[in-house]
């Protein structure tokens, strides 16, 4: 079992969809949760951290969290076509390391 | 407010050769990462320092990989003996150890080994 889980897509969507993005993890030591995005050939972005159980939210994102199930999620409102790109969800046990999942490839049509 | 920078953004290489990166973190962060990136994979861990201190290395890191951060500023990653499947992004991202923990990343040194 991968420590960190997501779908790798495609997940395709319309303009003004929202998008929703899950996440699993294994270990339940976690305490920090990570969303970064990756444009093609480029690094990753952070987009939201998330450290307690609920709902987050930063403009049109927000992040879920729910320890007991294990899962972390961002939606994206509104999509738009530049929100295309590859959303990698990070968790941070008790050492400082990030431990990534592969990443779900979202594209957004006009 | 200057964020990550490595340098050089490439490298193409044979194999066997040595190859050294650079990594220059956030000026106030005192903690400084190194990731690997294959395609189609999320960043694997290799090694973090506190200042000056290595504080994690990743059983991924084999004896061909060294990492320093001298005084503490910043860092060098080197590969000595280079190996085809060492070809990947090698990534740099800073944090300070207060407050909130989000590290932020650099663009990257993208490793081509012929």
């Known amino acids: 079992q991968k420590e960190v889980e997501q779908n790798s897509g495609p997940l395709s969507v319309p303009e003004g969809a929202i998008a929703s993005l899950n996440c699993t993890y294994s270990d339940r030591v976690s305490q920090s949760f990570f969303w970064y995005r990756q444009y093609s050939g480029k690094s990753p972005e952070l987009i939201m951290s998330?450290?307690?159980?609920g709902d987050k939210e930063d403009g049109r994102f927000t992040a879920q969290l729910n320890k007991a199930s294990q899962y972390v999620s961002l939606l994206i409102r509104d999509s738009q076509p530049s929100d295309s790109a590859t959303y990698l969800c990070?968790?941070?046990?008790?050492?400082?390391?990030?431990?990534f999942g592969t990443g779900t490839r979202l594209q957004v049509f006009p | 407010d200057t964020g990550v920078s490595q340098d050089p953004r490439h490298k193409i290489t044979k194999r066997g050769q040595n190859v050294t990166f650079r990594c220059d973190p956030i000026?106030?962060?005192?903690?400084l990462y190194w990731y690997r990136q294959t395609l189609g994979q999320g960043p694997e861990f290799l090694t973090y320092f506190q200042n000056e201190a290595q504080l994690e290395k990743s059983r991924l890191l084999s004896d061909r990989f060294s990492a320093e951060r001298p005084k503490g500023s910043f860092s060098t990653l080197e590969i000595q003996r280079t190996e085809q499947g060492d070809s990947a992004m090698y990534l740099c991202?800073?944090?300070?150890?207060?407050?909130?923990?989000?590290?932020?990343f650099g663009p990257g040194t993208r490793l081509t080994v012929l």
């Open positions: 990070a968790v941070k046990r008790n050492t400082d390391k990030l431990i």
């Open positions: 998330i450290y307690s159980n």
């Open positions: 991202a800073s944090s300070t150890n207060r407050g909130t923990d989000t590290q932020y």
């Open positions: 000026s106030e962060h005192n903690r």
